[in-house]
């Protein structure tokens, strides 16, 4: 099983509509989690780190679940603007950081 | 407040040649993490630099190496290059607090190697 799993899509979703991805992650001992966003030829950026109680940024909601050692995105009223790669980040406690292979999103017009 | 800085922006180079990639932290941040990413994959972890010293290592040979140096800058070195090691090149910084380096990582804009 690899370390952090995610659909790679593409996920062709209309704009307005609400859209989830979820990572699995096989490391029980795994301490932080992360969502980063990539647009095409550019750097990933942080779009939020993972609480176990869940958080929320505007349109978008992170869960943890570590039972069944997985977390989820949620994006709501989806925008043009959303499209991009989101790369699910696990942290183990060595200090030792996993990058998923991502998940490619496309809003549509 | 700078941001993290690498280069060259692209490189290209030869099976066998030796290639060294360079980058500056963003203000503040003494710890530095490199990350090699192929097409359409996820960046893989190389190594992590914090005091001058290799802290943390990801599942790469020896022929990749590195440095910091005392203003936190690093540089990546690759020897012996080879053609599946042509990818985008990327540089994180983030403070360390004493005990682990923070949470949050930010990342420069990548060098991107090809390897002919």
């Known amino acids: 099983r690899k370390e952090v799993e995610q659909d790679p899509g593409p996920f062709n979703v209309p704009e307005g509509a609400t859209v989830a991805f979820n990572c699995t992650y096989s490391?029980?001992?795994?301490?932080?989690f992360f969502w980063y966003r990539q647009d095409c030829r550019k750097e990933p950026k942080l779009l939020m780190s993972?609480?176990?109680s869940g958080n929320e940024d505007g349109r978008f909601t992170a869960q943890l679940n570590r039972a069944s050692q997985y977390i989820s995105l949620l994006i709501r009223d989806s925008k043009l603007s959303d499209s991009a790669t989101y790369l699910c980040?696990?942290?183990?406690?060595?200090?030792?950081?996993?990058f998923g292979k991502g998940t490619r999103l496309h809003i549509l017009p | 407040e700078t941001g993290v800085t690498q280069s060259p922006t692209h490189l290209i180079k030869t099976r066998g040649q030796q290639v060294t990639l360079r980058c500056s932290s963003q203000?503040?941040?003494?710890?530095v993490s490199w990350y090699q990413q192929a097409l359409g994959q996820g960046p893989q972890f190389i190594f992590q630099?914090?005091?001058?010293?290799?802290?943390g290592r990801g599942n790469f040979p020896p022929r990749f190496s590195g440095l910091q140096f005392p203003n936190y800058s690093s540089e990546l070195n690759v020897n012996a290059l080879e053609l599946d090691d042509s990818a985008l090149y990327l540089c994180?910084?983030?403070?360390?607090?004493?005990?682990?380096?923070?949470?949050?990582?930010?990342f420069g804009p990548g060098t991107r190697l090809t390897v002919l």
């Open positions: 994180a910084s983030s403070p360390h607090t004493g005990y682990s380096s923070t949470d949050t990582q930010y």
């Open positions: 490391n029980s001992a795994s301490q932080s």
């Open positions: 993972v609480y176990s």
């Open positions: 980040v696990v942290k183990d406690g060595d200090d030792k950081i996993i």
């Open positions: 203000s503040g941040h003494n710890t």
């Open positions: 630099y914090y005091r001058e010293e290799e802290n």
